[in-house]
């Protein structure tokens, strides 16, 4: 999972509900209090493929905590402890997340934090501490935006900052 956009750009049709469909079924199928993340894949021939079952908060849902009123690491403790839960409601028109893989060769990525947030203040910048190696996931960006190009385009280039 490299970058995240919800809503989805095509959210509705046939494909959507297919894939709706599928994720319902599962989590019906299973007996599971809290946070269930049912990853799908879209193949190029237009196939749902199920990649991933989490039943946990997942990397891929990093974008709610800035981009829903009720974030999902929020969410699985109300159901847990058996709490109300929270509206999931976006909080803007177009949310993007872009995972930090890898990292910088030479320096710290708290190092690089001026920068991002000089050219994309309205980048919400997550380091999780982790050492940098190809391919590991060390952190993620958000952005918020009324249209989903500027999302995309903020939350790419504050990302940026922190790979080589």
Same mark, same amino acid.
């Given at each position: ?30 007996? =599971? $209090? /809290?946070?269930?993340?049912?990853? !799908?894949?879209?193949?190029? #021939? ?6 991933? %079952? ?14 829903? =009123? $009720? /974030?999902?690491?929020?969410?699985? !403790?109300?159901?847990?402890? #058996? ?6 409601? %976006? ?21 690089r934090l001026p920068q991002a947030f000089e050219r994309h203040p309205e980048a919400k910048v997550h380091l999780y501490g982790k050492?940098?190696r190809p391919g590991r996931k060390v952190g993620h960006v958000t952005v918020l935006a009324d249209i989903l190009e500027d999302a ?13």
């Open positions: 999972c490299a970058e995240v956009i919800a809503p989805a750009p095509r959210g509705e049709g046939p494909l959507e509900d297919m894939a709706a469909e599928i994720a319902q079924r599962i989590v019906s199928g299973l007996d =599971v $209090t /809290g946070v269930l993340a049912v990853e !799908l894949f879209e193949t190029t #021939d237009e196939r749902i493929l199920v990649n991933e %079952l989490a039943m946990r908060p997942h990397n891929s849902g990093h974008w709610s905590i800035e981009g829903s =009123v $009720t /974030g999902q690491f929020e969410q699985h !403790l109300r159901a847990v402890l #058996d709490l109300p839960l929270g509206s999931t409601a %976006l909080r803007g028109e177009s949310i993007v997340m872009v995972n930090i893989l890898g990292g910088p060769a030479e320096g710290a990525l708290a190092d050492a940098p995309v385009a903020q939350a790419r280039g504050a990302a940026g900052f922190f790979q080589d």
